[in-house]
């Protein structure tokens, strides 16, 4: 890793905290120390605001097409560099390579099509009440924006809603998750090549998240707040936000139901569950978290699930091959270890894994192997609570009417899965289920064009689409009067 990106990025340069503290970043893979990163702290981030908001004006009178322009030369330098991003971003968080190459095309593609959607910014007129009066309707970036994003996407959940707040006109500070900050930091650097005017994106890593949130959250200059992270927090920022009456956009904790009735492509449904459950080692907002399986099909799904997890190989992220990395750190994996614990003391049984991997090169990493649980009820940790790792419990259902109600039965509602050739019960479930975003038939539901978000307790706001660039624009309404006829 180059110096510089050691340092926090700030009105386009690389500058050391004003505290010349650092703090360590960690393989979660052998535990080793891959980096020191400048640790910002309230006066940096009062810093980052302050060059943000002197960009603002000037980034939002650039024309849609140059800001589109720069938005895609960022892109071409990163896809360009992609194999080493990954490797950074592996080396940080433990994916595997493979999945940090997918996701780092995901983020870019939201780049692209946010620099072409951001020239699609229109406005309206409105007809109006007299012949000498014109109403007109403008699209105006809302202003400075902060990103807070997770560790678990350390590329992705910046590069989106960067994409938007960017083609909207929209200056971004950026707050990185201090597990994974180089990655974040890589983003300043491909940014900055591609000729992004000094101050519109600045990039704060901090392991002082509390203490650098509430200075956010009291600075009225901030107009715009997104913020990817556990419900906990959210419902803290917002209680905070509304102080200055800032606009949030919260994508918060999940708990995906994932139901596969028994008229299913059972093949389809394996194949989309192991993919929705496994990506990120089961780390993600939308993993299937609670898998319910109609009782007639049980037996058999589970059998074939637990083939496929227990032949999927676990190891260092950057080895061919590998499929199943690391946790991101030993409370995580404390926190699966007690949600199996919990379940086996109420009479679940583990049909595969339910351990830390025992082979002596795993020993220093932050390790669990994939594990099915059976003879799981609704009153277990793993029915009530996100597990965020690679454990699939199995709850047997009868009926749509009772798997629906115990879909439904979480304060969550981020994402939601179903499976079923029927095309009536598609529309019914569909229509049911109490989640932002629904697959049916289909466990890959992230797409750069569609509106992404959660209800209840997961969240508000949407990103992707025309919507996601909703949350950084105002819609201004303009009164013409006096005008007269020749």
Known sequence: MTDHLSRLFIDGSWQESVSGETFAVQNPADGSEIARIADGNAEDMTRAIDGAERAQVGWAATPALERSKILRRAAEIARADIDRLARVMTAEHGKPVAQSVGELNYGLDFIEWFAEEGRRTYGSTVPSTGPDKRIVAIRQAAGVSVAITPWNFPSLQILRKLGAALASGCSMVVKPAALTPISALEIGRFFAEAGLPAGVLQIVPSSRAARVSATIMAD????????????????????????????????????????????????????????????????????????????????????????????????????????????IEAAAVEKVEAHVAD????????????????????????????????????????????????????????????????????????????????????????????????????????????????????????????????????????????????
């Open 343 to 486: 379940a086996i003391a109420g009479g679940a049984g583990v049909a595969t894994g339910g351990r830390r991997p025992e082979h002596a090169s795993l020993a220093y990493g932050h390790f669990y192997e994939p594990t099915v649980l059976t003879g799981v009820t609704d009153d277990m940790l793993v029915a009530r609570d996100e597990t965020f790792g690679p454990v699939a419990p199995i709850f047997e259902f009868d009926t749509e009417e009772e798997v629906v109600r115990r879909a439904n039965n979480s304060p969550y509602g981020l994402a939601a899965y179903f499976f079923t050739r029927d095309v009536n019960r598609v529309v019914r479930v569909s229509e049911a289920l109490q989640y932002g975003t629904v697959g049916a038939n289909d466990g890959t539901i992230s797409a750069v064009q569609a509106p992404f978000g959660g209800v209840k307790e997961s969240g508000i706001g949407r990103e992707g689409g025309h919507w996601g660039m909703e949350e950084y624009m105002d819609t201004k309404y303009i009164s013409l009067a006096g005008l007269t006829r020749p």
């Open 220 to 327: 009225s200059r901030v107009r715009v707040l997104s913020f990817t992270g556990s419900t906990e927090v959210g419902k803290i920022l917002m209680r905070e936000g509304a102080a200055t009456m800032k606009r949030l956009s919260l994508e918060l904790g999940g708990h995906a139901p994932f139901i596969v009735f028994d008229d299913a492509d059972v093949d389809h449904a394996l194949d989309q569950l192991v993919a929705v459950k496994m990506r990120n080692m089961g780390q993600t907002c939308v993993s299937a978290n609670r898998i319910f399986v109609q009782r007639s099909v049980a037996p058999e799904f589970t059998r074939r699930l637990v083939e496929r997890l227990s032949a999927m190989r676990i190891g260092f992220g950057h080895e061919a091959e590998v499929e199943v990395g690391p946790l």
